[in-house]
């Protein structure tokens, strides 16, 4: 009678397989996380962006402005810059501008530049002229696609 030998437990390229799988798989996943991270600093960027704009007409409302130079804005700077002039600290003349750096998320701005959004006492959106602005929109970009801000009279 013959004996055969048989063998249990794991042969080494049984754990390859595994290990390459198991490789495949965790590299699926990170790619997953990062592609989420993205389209969600992609997304506070735009929502950020649309609170200031909601902010700097509400301030020109509030303030009544009817001088240009006395309207809140925001202004597109660059392809990475943009910045917010508002009365935060409620004393009826605008602050110094806040400029907002969108390079340290990654994240672009489409053009033209630079472009700036007034705010008359009225909400309406215009331009340094006094003139009235057609709705528009702006473009945020990274990696993971394009967010866009609707920019409108009513808000």
Same mark, same amino acid.
């Given at each position: 009678m013959?004996?055969?030998? *048989?063998?249990?437990?794991?042969? *080494?390229?049984?754990?390859?397989?595994v290990?390459?799988?198991?490789?495949?798989?965790a *590299?699926?996943?990170?790619t997953?996380?990062?592609?989420?991270?993205? %389209?969600? *600093?992609?997304a506070?960027?735009?929502?950020? &962006?649309?609170?200031?704009? !909601?902010?700097?007409?509400?301030?020109?409302?509030?303030?009544?402005?009817?001088?240009?130079?006395?309207?809140a804005e925001v202004?597109?700077? /660059?392809a990475?810059?943009?910045s917010?002039?508002?009365? !935060?600290?409620?004393?009826?003349?605008?602050?110094?501008?806040?400029?907002? /750096?969108?390079?340290?998320?990654q994240?672009?701005? !489409?053009?033209?530049?630079?472009?700036?959004?007034i705010?008359?006492?009225?909400?309406?959106?215009i331009?340094?002229?006094g003139?009235?602005?057609?709705?528009? %929109?702006?473009? &945020?970009?990274?990696?993971?696609?394009k %967010?866009?801000?609707?920019? %409108?009279?009513?808000?």
């Open positions: 013959k004996r055969q030998d *048989t063998h249990t437990g794991f042969a *080494t390229v049984d754990f390859l397989i290990a390459v799988i198991v490789l495949i798989l *590299t699926y996943a990170f997953a996380i990062m592609h989420a991270k993205q %389209s969600h *600093t992609l506070g960027a735009a929502q950020q &962006f649309a609170g200031y704009l !909601e902010r700097a007409r509400s301030d020109s409302m509030r303030r009544r402005a009817t001088d240009v130079r006395q309207m202004t597109i700077l /660059n990475q810059f943009y917010v002039r508002l009365d !935060e600290d409620g004393d009826g003349a605008l602050d110094v501008p806040r400029v907002l /750096n969108l390079q340290d998320q994240l672009t701005v !489409e053009g033209p530049y630079p472009r700036t959004f705010f008359d006492r009225y909400g309406k959106s331009d340094n002229g003139n009235a602005l057609q709705a528009t %929109s702006v473009v &945020f970009t990274n990696r993971s696609g %967010s866009v801000v609707k920019i %409108s009279d009513d808000g």
